[in-house]
C-alpha cells in the first residue's frame, strides 16, 4: 500500500520550501496565492482524515 502520509509530508515540505525561495514579486503573486491555498486546504484534508480514524 502506498504511504500517502509520507508523500503528503514530501509535497507539503517541498511547496513550503518553494513559496519561501520565490521572490515577493508582482508576477509571483497569484502563484504563491494558489500554491498557499492548495497547502491550506491539504493541510486542513489531512487533518480531517486523521481525526476521524478509528
Known sequence: MADYQKMYYILCAAASKALDELPDILVN????????D????????????????P
Open 38 to 53: 492548495a497547502l491550506i486546504e491539504a493541510e486542513n484534508a489531512y487533518i480531517l482524515e486523521e481525526n476521524t480514524r
Open 29 to 36: 503573486i497569484m502563484g504563491r496565492k494558489t500554491l498557499q
